[in-house]
């Protein structure tokens, strides 16, 4: 027995012990989640459900305000997508390109949001908000939303363009094209992978994002978290647990999606300040 577990080595040995230890701390969570939702008995002190059955999806899926905040968090992940694409890109493309002065000090200032405790912040954008106008509104609630998701949607594709070697826009140009030809079909889709692992990003940062939305959008808007809490309080695990795999589904889909379009390298390079 020695001999074998020398052949082996004991450094692989530890390897594949804190790699089975990594596995069991991360997908057990999900693997109770999936037990739970398909469990329509469960006593202790079974290992496994004594009734398998879909009781609890049919349960939750049959509630108006489940299947209604469903639509509206991707609805307004979609916005918050799209409105932070139309605004951060050109902004992104600026600090890749273009020299200006407090340039360090502007990019940096992204970071403001995710520096301060956001219950904070969110309180005092309220304040503001209820005295514009903008509270239990739609748009109030995407604009909470954005101010979240602005550091990915400019530090990412800020690195995206700056990796965009400058002598291809300059071939391109001695050619004939036009500054906006070169950027439409040479800067644009070369720094497609990081801008859609940004779009990613901020799409699945506001279908989780509840005490913004809390503060701003009830009572008319409750996205899938401000439910969810619902939920859990109110009814048994297992209707929790079918709850939270549909709002863990898409998360686990699109950074799968993400992790084919860019390397690890790449979106470390989005978080430098150059």
Same mark, same amino acid.
């Given at each position: 027995?020695?001999?074998?577990?020398?052949?082996?080595?004991?450094?692989?040995?530890?390897?594949?012990?804190?790699?089975?230890?990594?596995?069991?701390?991360?997908?057990?969570?999900?693997? /109770?989640?999936?037990?739970?939702?398909?469990?329509?008995?469960?006593?202790?002190?079974?290992?496994?459900?004594?009734?398998?059955?879909?009781?609890?999806? /049919?349960?939750?899926?049959?509630?108006?305000?489940?299947?209604?905040?469903?639509?509206?968090?991707?609805?307004?992940?979609?916005?918050?997508?799209?409105?932070?694409?139309?605004?951060?890109? #050109?902004?992104?493309?600026?600090?890749?390109?273009?020299?200006?002065?407090? +340039?360090?000090?502007?990019?940096?200032?992204?970071?403001?949001?995710?520096?301060? #405790? +956001?219950?904070?912040?969110?309180?005092?954008?309220?304040?503001?908000?209820?005295?514009?106008?903008?509270?239990?509104?739609?748009?109030?609630?995407?604009?909470?939303?954005?101010?979240?998701?602005?550091?990915? *949607?400019?530090?990412? #594709?800020?690195?995206?363009?700056? /990796?965009?070697?400058?002598?291809?826009?300059?071939?391109?140009?001695?050619?004939?094209?036009?500054?906006?030809?070169?950027?439409?079909?040479?800067?644009?889709?070369?720094?497609?992978?990081?801008?859609?692992?940004?779009?990613?990003?901020?799409?699945? /940062?506001?279908?989780?994002?509840?005490?913004?939305?809390?503060?701003?959008?009830?009572?008319?808007? +409750?996205?899938?978290?401000?439910? *969810?809490?619902?939920?859990?309080?109110?009814?048994?695990?297992?209707?929790?647990?079918?709850?939270?795999?549909?709002?863990?589904? #898409?998360?686990?889909?699109?950074?799968?999606?993400?992790?084919?379009?860019?390397?690890?390298?790449?979106?470390?390079?989005?978080?430098?300040?150059?």
């Amino acid at each position: 027995m020695l001999w074998y577990w020398k052949s082996v080595g004991w450094r692989r040995i530890v390897e594949f012990v804190l790699l089975t230890v990594f596995a069991i701390f991360f997908a057990g969570p999900l693997v /109770n989640l999936l037990v739970l939702a398909f469990s329509e008995k469960w006593n202790y002190p079974a290992v496994l459900p004594e009734v398998w059955g879909f009781k609890w999806w /049919n349960f939750v899926l049959a509630k108006d305000d489940i299947v209604s905040s469903i639509s509206l968090s991707f609805l307004i992940a979609a916005m918050v997508t799209g409105l932070s694409l139309v605004i951060c890109i #050109p902004a992104a493309y600026a600090f890749a390109r273009i020299q200006f002065p407090l +340039k360090r000090m502007f990019l940096f200032s992204f970071l403001l949001t995710h520096a301060f #405790p +956001k219950m904070g912040l969110y309180v005092s954008i309220a304040v503001l908000f209820y005295r514009i106008g903008l509270m239990n509104t739609l748009l109030g609630v995407v604009l909470i939303h954005m101010i979240n998701v602005l550091m990915f *949607m400019t530090w990412i #594709p800020t690195a995206a363009f700056r /990796n965009v070697h400058r002598a291809q826009e300059e071939s391109a140009r001695d050619v004939g094209a036009t500054p906006f030809r070169v950027f439409r079909s040479i800067t644009l889709p070369m720094a497609m992978p990081g801008i859609m692992v940004a779009s990613v990003f901020t799409f699945l /940062n506001s279908l989780d994002e509840a005490q913004g939305t809390f503060l701003v959008g009830i009572p008319d808007f +409750k996205t899938m978290p401000i439910v *969810m809490y619902t939920i859990i309080s109110d009814f048994p695990s297992s209707a929790g647990a079918v709850f939270s795999i549909i709002l863990t589904l #898409p998360t686990i889909i699109l950074l799968l999606a993400a992790q084919r379009l860019v390397s690890a390298d790449v979106l470390a390079s989005g978080f430098q300040v150059k």
